[in-house]
C-alpha cells in the first residue's frame, strides 16, 4: 500500500528520500489524486456490472440455493445424530451390525451350495440319461455336450481343490466316452467284413448282428457318433489296418491283379452291399510307369470313400492319416524303389514314372484324400530324387561289389591262374611292369567304369560315383592288409604282390585326374580329388616292401651269425660252420630272386637286391676284417668261402644287369651298382697278396677307391703278417699314406 501512494508521489518527490516525511502540500495533492482514481475504479465496477447483469444474478442465485440445502442437510445430520449422542455406549449397536453382515455372508454361501448342487444333480441327471439313450448319437451329443463342463472346466487343468462330486462325474463321463467309442468302433468293424484269405472286403451299411448286447446301428450312424465325440480316429484305426493286410499290400505287392467293385441291393435301396474284390489279371500294361498300380489303388480309396465314409471329407481325411504313409511306402518299396534305373543312360525312361506319380498324387488330392502339403507328397519327393536314388544304388552296388572281389580273392596262389598275362599290367608313370592281383585288376576296372558313368551324368549323381570309386580304392587299403596280416609278417610272394598292388593303384590314381576331370561336370571338377588318394598308396607299398626287406635281411643276419665271425677256418669244423652259413645266405638270396624277380617292377626289384646284397657283403667283410690273427691256411680258406659266395650268387647277379655273362665289364658294372661287393670282392684280393702289394694297393689309393680304411688295412696287415722290420716299415707307410 506504501509503495501505491509512493507512486502517486513520484512525479514531485522523485529525488526525496522514502524516509522523509510528506509536507502539507504533498498531503492535499495525495489527496486529491487518490479521489481521482477512486472515481475511476467506482465508474469502471458499475460499467462491468451492467454489461454482466444476466451472469452475476444467477451465479448469486445458485449461491442462495447452496446455503439452503446445506442447511437443510445440517439439521438432518443432527436429526440422526441426536440417538447417538444420547446413548453413552455403542456396543450394542456393532453386534447388531456383526450379525447382519454374518448373516448375509451364510445367505450368500447357502445360494452357492444351493446352485453347486443344482448343476452336480443336473450334470448327474444328463450322464444318466446319455448312458441310457438307445441312440447312439444322441448319447454322443449328450457326452459332447458335458465335455467342456466336466473336461478342464476352467480351462485351466484340473483343479486340486475341486469337489470330490466333479472328478467322480469325470469318471462317469470318461467311462461313457470309452463305452462308447468301444460299441462304435466294434459296430463299424462289424460292418466292414474282410475275407481271411485276403484280397476281399465287403461293406454293409448296417451290421448284421449285434455289438455287445447293443443293437447295431449303421455304419454313417456309427461314424458321426464317432465323429461327434472326437473319436474318428479310434473307430478307423483297425479298419484301417485290416484294410492296408487284405487289400492294399495285395494290390500294391503284386503285378498282375486289378481291383473289381459291386454293388449289392440285397436288403433294399436303403442297406446296400458294396464288395471289393482284388482278383488276378494277365493284363501288364501300364506296369512299367506305375499307371496301372496308382490306378488300382485309386480304385481302392474311391471305394472306401464312397461306401465306408459315405463320401465324409471329415472321416476320410481320418482314414488318410492312417493309412497314406504306409501306402507311400509299400508303393516305394515294391514298385518305385525297383523302377530306379541300373543305368545313367536310362534315367531318362524314369520320367514317365515321374509323371504317372505326379498326376496320382493331384488326383488323390482332388479327392481330398491327401493336402498340399509336402509332407504329404511322398511320392514325388521320392521320384524327384531318382538321381539321389540311382546314384546311392549305385555306390552301394560299386561297394559291395568291391568288396566281394577283395575278400574272396584267393591270394595264396596268385601265380596258379591260366591267364597270368592278364595280371601283368604296364606303370603308368614308368617303362615298366608289373605282375598285380586279379582284385586289384578288377578293381580298378570298377573304378573306371563308375569314373565314366560319371562323367555322362549329372552333378549331383557323379559326385556319389566319384565318391564311391574312392570309398572302393579305400576299401582295398582296409580289407587286404587285414585280412593277409600273417602273410604280411613272413616272406613270400603274396606280400610282394600287394606290394605291387598298392604300387600300381597309385600309378592309377595319379593319373585320374587326367583322365576323367575334364569330363566331370563343372561343379565336380574341383570339389572331386583322387590325388591324395596317391601318396597313401604309395607309402603302403613301400611300408610293404620295408617290411620284407627287414624280414629278409634279418634272416641273412641270423645266417651270417652261424659262421661265428669266420675265424678258425684253418679248422675243419669251423671251416664246415662257416660254409654251411655261406650256403644258407646264398639260398635265402636266390630263393628272393626267384620270388621277386618275375613279380616286381625292375627298377624296384634291382633297387631292393642291391641294398639286401650290400647289407650281406658289408657285415660278411666287416666279420673278416675283425680277425686279429690268420693262419696261412685260413686265408685260403676265407678266399674259397668269398669265391663260393661269388660263384652260387652268378644268376642273382646277372639278374640285375642287362648282360648274359659274368666278364669284367659286367664285374665293373655291378661294383658300381652295389658298392660293398667292390670291397668283398677286394679282399678276396687280399687274403692272397703279399706285403708289399698290400702296402702299394694302399698307397696307389686302390684300397681307398674300394671302401677300406687305414685301420681296417693295418688290422688286416697284422692279422695275416708276423712282426717283422718290413712289416712295421709297411704299417708305418700305410698310416702315413692319406685314404
Known amino acids: 500500500m506504501a509503495d501505491d501512494v509512493r507512486e502517486l508521489l513520484l512525479s514531485t518527490t522523485a529525488d526525496a528520500d522514502p524516509s522523509t516525511p510528506l509536507s502539507a502540500p504533498d498531503l492535499r495533492l495525495l489527496i486529491d489524486r487518490l479521489r481521482i482514481r477512486s472515481d475511476r475504479l467506482h465508474a469502471s465496477a458499475l460499467s462491468f456490472a451492467s454489461s454482466h447483469r444476466a451472469p452475476l444474478a444467477s451465479a448469486l442465485l445458485r449461491a442462495a440455493d447452496s446455503s439452503a440445502s446445506s442447511s437443510s442437510l445440517e439439521s438432518s445430520l443432527a436429526s440422526a445424530l441426536s440417538p447417538l449422542s444420547s446413548s453413552p455406549n455403542l456396543s450394542d449397536l456393532r453386534e447388531l451390525s456383526d450379525r447382519l453382515l454374518a448373516a448375509c455372508r451364510e445367505l450368500r454361501e447357502r445360494q452357492e451350495h444351493l446352485a453347486a448342487a443344482s448343476s452336480v444333480a443336473d450334470l448327474a441327471a444328463r450322464l444318466r440319461a446319455a448312458r441310457a439313450s438307445a441312440d447312439p448319437l444322441a448319447a454322443a451329443a449328450a457326452a459332447a455336450e458335458l465335455k467342456p463342463l466336466l473336461v478342464d472346466p476352467e480351462g485351466s487343468g484340473s483343479s486340486g481343490d475341486e469337489p470330490v462330486v466333479f472328478g467322480l462325474l469325470r ?23 474282410f475275407a481271411p484269405e485276403g484280397g476281399k472286403v465287403v461293406v454293409r451299411a448296417a451290421p448284421i448282428g449285434k455289438s455287445s448286447g447293443t443293437p447295431g ?30 487289400v492294399l499290400v495285395p494290390a500294391i505287392s503284386s503285378i498282375s491283379v486289378a481291383v473289381s467293385v459291386e454293388v449289392l441291393d440285397k436288403n433294399g435301396p436303403e442297406f446296400p452291399i458294396s464288395i471289393l474284390c482284388i482278383v488276378p489279371t494277365e493284363e501288364l500294361q501300364g506296369y512299367k510307369d506305375g499307371s496301372a498300380l496308382y490306378s488300382r489303388i485309386i480304385d481302392i480309396i474311391k471305394f472306401v470313400h464312397e461306401s465306408i465314409c459315405g463320401e465324409n471329407i471329415t472321416w476320410m481325411h481320418s482314414f488318410s492319416k492312417l493309412t497314406w504313409s504306409r501306402i507311400s511306402g509299400l508303393v516305394i518299396k515294391h514298385f518305385i524303389s525297383k523302377a530306379v534305373p541300373h543305368e545313367a543312360s536310362k534315367l531318362i525312361e524314369f520320367q514317365e514314372v515321374v509323371r504317372s506319380t505326379t498326376d496320382f498324387e493331384n488326383a488323390l488330392r482332388n479327392m481330398m484324400f491327401i493336402s498340399h502339403d509336402k509332407r504329404d507328397g511322398k511320392l514325388t519327393q521320392f521320384v524327384d530324387d531318382v538321381e539321389v536314388h540311382f546314384a546311392v544304388r549305385k555306390r552301394n552296388e560299386i561297394l559291395v561289389k568291391a568288396r566281394d572281389l577283395l575278400v ?41 567304369g563308375a569314373l565314366k558313368d560319371a562323367c555322362l551324368s549329372s552333378a549331383r549323381v557323379a559326385k556319389e560315383l566319384c565318391y564311391a570309386a574312392r570309398d572302393a580304392l579305400l576299401l582295398y587299403k582296409a580289407i587286404v592288409p ?15 604282390i600287394i606290394h605291387n598292388d598298392f604300387y600300381h593303384l597309385s600309378q592309377e590314381i595319379l593319373g585320374l585326374a587326367f583322365e576323367y576331370r575334364a569330363d566331370f561336370p563343372g561343379d565336380l571338377q574341383k570339389l572331386v580329388v583322387f590325388v591324395d588318394l596317391a601318396p597313401i598308396f604309395s607309402q603302403m607299398a613301400d611300408g610293404v616292401l620295408t617290411r620284407q626287406i627287414q624280414l629278409v635281411t634279418a634272416n641273412l643276419i ?7 665271425g669266420f675265424q678258425n677256418t684253418h679248422q675243419p669244423q669251423h671251416y664246415e660252420s662257416a660254409k654251411f652259413s655261406i650256403e644258407q645266405v646264398v639260398f635265402i638270396l636266390e630263393k628272393l630272386h626267384i620270388m621277386w624277380e618275375s613279380i616286381l617292377p625292375r627298377s624296384i626289384y634291382k633297387r631292393s637286391m642291391c641294398y639286401i646284397l650290400g647289407s650281406v657283403f658289408s657285415r660278411i667283410t666287416k666279420d673278416m676284417l675283425l680277425i686279429d690273427d690268420m693262419a696261412a691256411e685260413e686265408t685260403l ?5 668269398i669265391h663260393l659266395a661269388l660263384e652260387n650268387l652268378s644268376s642273382l647277379f646277372l639278374s640285375l644287369v642287362e648282360n648274359e655273362f659274368l666278364d669284367h665289364q659286367t664285374w665293373i658294372e655291378l661294383d658300381e651298382t652295389i658298392w660293398p661287393l667292390k670291397k668283398f670282392r677286394k679282399l678276396a684280393e687280399l687274403l692272397d697278396m703279399s706285403l708289399k702289394s698290400i702296402t702299394a694297393a694302399w698307397e696307389s689309393g686302390e684300397l681307398a677307391n674300394c671302401g677300406f680304411k687305414s685301420s681296417e688295412v693295418q688290422n688286416f696287415v697284422k692279422a695275416i703278417f708276423a712282426d717283422s722290420p718290413l712289416r712295421k716299415e709297411c704299417l708305418l707307410w700305410i698310416s702315413k699314406t692319406p685314404s
Request: glycine share 2%; net charge negative; with cysteine.
Open 482 to 496: 587285414v585280412q593277409l596280416e600273417k602273410q604280411l609278417d613272413s616272406i613270400n610272394q603274396v606280400a610282394a
Open 217 to 246: 446301428v449303421e455304419l454313417r450312424v456309427a461314424l458321426q457318433a464317432l465323429e461327434i465325440i472326437d473319436a474318428v480316429d479310434y473307430g478307423m484305426a483297425k479298419l484301417a489296418d485290416l484294410m492296408i493286410k487284405h
Open 171 to 193: 469318471s462317469e463321463w470318461e467311462q461313457l466316452v470309452d463305452e462308447l467309442q468301444v460299441m462304435l468302433a466294434k459296430n463299424v468293424e462289424e460292418c466292414v467284413e
Open 558 to 564: 641270423e645266417a651270417i651269425d652261424g659262421a661265428d
Open 637 to 641: 680258406q676265407l678266399q674259397g668261402l
Open 408 to 448: 574272396q580273392y584267393d591270394y595264396d596262389s596268385p601265380l596258379a591262374s591260366h591267364n597270368r598275362e592278364d595280371s601283368i599290367v604296364d606303370l603308368l608313370f614308368l617303362p615298366e611292369k608289373c605282375f598285380i592281383s586279379k582284385s586289384a585288376l578288377q578293381l580298378m576296372k570298377l573304378v573306371h
